[in-house]
C-alpha cells in the first residue's frame, strides 16, 4: 500500500507541475499584441525565424491538449490517493499506515495530522467540497472542461458566440488554478523531524516510536502551535514560531482557522520585525469570523485551534527604509504594520546597524478610545529608553491622539499635566484630544526638512487617506531640488 500511495502522490505532484507550466504557456501564443510586436522586431530578421509565429494557434491547441492530459493524469492519481486514505484512516490492523492516519488523534501529534481524512466518518465527497483544494479542483476541471468542448470546431464554427463567452472561463481556471494548492493538503515531514527520525531509517519500526532504544520518535508535518496574548480592547496577538518563514516590515499573511471556517482567508499585518524568531499578528474584534476566533482561543481548557497561514504578501511599507523622512500615519488597529517597522527600527539600533538610510522618523497614532493604547505601550517605552541611551532623542517624534473621549478623561489628564509621564499611556509624550491638524503637521516636516524625500505611509480609512495624499500634493516643491512628499497606502 505504501509503494502504490509514494506512485500515486508522485503522479499527482508530477502531473501538476507540467499542468502549472502549460498553464503558463496558454496564453501567450494568444496574445494579439505580443505577437505583433515579436513579428516587428524580428523583421529583420530570416523567413524561417519568423514562421512559427505563423503557427501561434496550432501551438495554442496543442498546449490545451497537453493541459488536458495531465489534468485527467491529475485527478485519476488524486482519486488512488483519496481512496488509499480512506482506507488507512478505517484500518484496525497496526500498519505504518493507520498510525500515521491517526496522528491526527494522536495527543503526543495532535497538530501534526498527515492524512486529509482526519476521521473514519469522514467521506472523500465530504474532504471534496470542504477544502479549498478539493473546491477549486472541480471548478477549474468544469471550466476547463466547458472551454475545450466549446472550442471543437463543429461549435466554433456555428456557433461562435457560444465558444467566445465560454472561452472566457479562462479566468476562472486560472484562479482556481492559482488557489488550487494554498491549503497545502499534501504535506511533508518537517525538517527538524527529518533530523531525528528519517523515514529510510525509522519506517521499519514505526511500532517501536518513541521508544528510547529505538532511536525514532513520532514524524512531525506541522509547526508548533501559536502563543496567544490578549491584549484590551478586544485584541488578540498571535505569536507563531519561524520555520522557513521569511519576512521583511510592512508585510502581511492570510490566515485560515478550519474550525470556525474551512473557506474564509483573513489578510492580517504582521507587527513582528524580521529580526525576530516568530512572526505576530493582532486580531481585533470586528465582525463573526474574528470573534469566533478569539472566542475560541480564549477557551483555556479546549485544545488550541489549528492555524493555517499563507504568504507573507508585500506591501508599500516594505519601501519605509529607502526614505530620509518617513511619516508613518495609523489609524487604530491600523498602526500594525508600523509596529514592524519601529521593533525593527529598535533592533537595527540595538545591533549598531549603520546602513539605515532613514534619518527621522514622524509617527501619528489616532485611536478612539484610551485601551488601544496597550497594544504597542512597552514597545515605544523601550524605543524612548533606547533613543536616550544612544543620543537620538530627535529620530523618533511621535503624537497619540485620542478621538473617543469625555470630559471627565480631559480633566483627569489636565491635573496631572505637569507629571513626567502621560496619565493615560505612561509615555512622556503626551496624548493629544482630537485629530491631528494635517496642515500644520505638513508644514512643520516641509520646514524642517527642505531638501528631503519625505515617503508618507498610511494604514487607515479612506477619508484620511484623501485628505494625506492633498497635503502631499500640497506641500511638495514645485523645484524637485526641493522637499517632496510621496504617498503611499497600505491596501489588501
Known amino acids: 500500500m505504501k509503494t502504490g500511495l509514494m506512485t500515486a502522490l508522485a503522479m499527482a ?36 525565424l519568423r514562421k ?30 483519496f481512496e488509499r486514505y480512506s482506507r488507512s484512516q478505517q484500518a484496525t490492523d497496526v500498519s505504518l499506515a493507520s498510525i500515521l492516519s491517526s496522528l491526527s488523534r494522536n495527543e503526543k501529534a495532535e497538530d501534526s495530522w498527515l492524512n486529509p481524512i482526519q476521521s473514519p466518518n469522514m467521506t472523500v465527497m465530504y474532504v471534496t467540497f470542504t477544502s479549498i483544494a478539493g473546491l477549486t479542483g472541480v471548478i477549474g476541471t468544469i471550466a476547463l472542461i466547458l472551454m475545450v468542448t466549446s472550442a471543437m470546431e463543429f461549435i466554433r464554427r456555428n456557433y461562435f458566440e457560444l465558444f467566445w463567452i465560454t472561452h472566457h472561463l479562462f479566468i476562472i481556471y486560472f484562479l482556481c488554478l492559482a488557489l488550487h494548492g494554498i491549503s497545502g493538503i499534501v504535506r511533508g515531514q518537517m525538517k527538524e523531524s527529518m533530523d531525528e527520525s528519517h523515514p529510510h531509517k525509522c519506517a521499519q519500526s514505526f511500532e517501536k516510536w518513541d521508544d528510547h532504544d529505538s532511536g525514532c520518535r513520532h514524524p512531525r508535518f506541522k509547526g508548533s502551535p501559536p502563543e496567544v ?47 525576530e524568531d516568530f512572526f505576530s499578528i493582532h486580531i481585533r474584534a470586528a465582525g463573526n469570523w474574528t470573534e469566533n476566533l478569539i472566542r475560541a482561543f480564549e477557551q483555556q481548557h479546549s485544545p488550541v485551534p489549528r492555524i493555517k497561514v499563507d504568504g507573507p504578501f508585500g506591501t508599500v511599507s516594505e ?37 539605515l538610510k532613514t534619518q527621522k522618523i514622524y509617527f501619528y497614532w489616532i485611536c478612539r478610545e484610551t485601551g488601544a493604547f496597550a497594544w504597542f505601550n512597552d514597545l515605544l ?43 493615560l499611556t ?67
Request: aromatic share 12%.
Open 13 to 48: 505532484r508530477a502531473s501538476a507541475r507540467c499542468l502549472n507550466f502549460n498553464s503558463m504557456l496558454i496564453l501567450v501564443p494568444v496574445c494579439r499584441n505580443l505577437l505583433s510586436f515579436l513579428r516587428g522586431t524580428c523583421s529583420f530578421c530570416s523567413r524561417t
Open 319 to 355: 519601501d519605509v527604509f529607502q526614505y530620509e523622512v518617513a511619516v508613518l500615519v495609523g489609524a487604530g488597529i491600523g498602526v500594525t504594520p508600523f509596529a514592524s517597522i519601529l521593533k525593527s527600527i529598535w533592533y537595527k539600533f540595538q545591533r549598531g546597524d549603520h546602513n
Open 426 to 492: 505612561g509615555l512622556k509624550q503626551k496624548t493629544y484630544f482630537g485629530r491631528p491638524k494635517w496642515d500644520n503637521e505638513f508644514s512643520t516636516i516641509a520646514t524642517a526638512h527642505p531638501k528631503s524625500v519625505v515617503g508618507v505611509f498610511l494604514c487607515g480609512p479612506p477619508t484620511l487617506a484623501k485628505n494625506l495624499r492633498k497635503c502631499c500634493h500640497q506641500y511638495s516643491s514645485m523645484d524637485p531640488r526641493k522637499v517632496q512628499f510621496y504617498f503611499n497606502k497600505e491596501n489588501f
Open 381 to 423: 517605552i523601550s524605543l524612548e529608553q533606547e533613543m536616550e541611551e544612544l543620543g537620538k532623542v530627535g529620530f523618533l517624534n511621535y503624537h497619540l491622539f485620542l478621538t473617543g473621549w469625555d470630559s471627565n478623561i480631559a480633566g483627569h489628564a489636565a491635573l496631572n499635566f505637569d507629571k513626567a509621564t502621560d496619565i
Open 52 to 81: 512559427p509565429l505563423d503557427h501561434n494557434l496550432t501551438f495554442h491547441k496543442l498546449v490545451a491538449y497537453m493541459i488536458c492530459i495531465f489534468t485527467a493524469i491529475h485527478i485519476t492519481a488524486h482519486l488512488f490517493n
Open 229 to 275: 496574548v490578549m491584549h484590551p480592547s478586544k485584541v488578540l496577538e498571535l505569536q507563531m514560531i519561524k520555520q522557513g518563514f521569511h519576512m521583511e516590515v510592512g508585510q502581511y499573511i492570510f490566515v485560515k482557522c478550519p474550525s470556525i471556517s474551512h473557506l474564509e482567508w483573513h489578510p492580517f499585518t504582521l507587527t513582528s520585525a524580521p529580526e
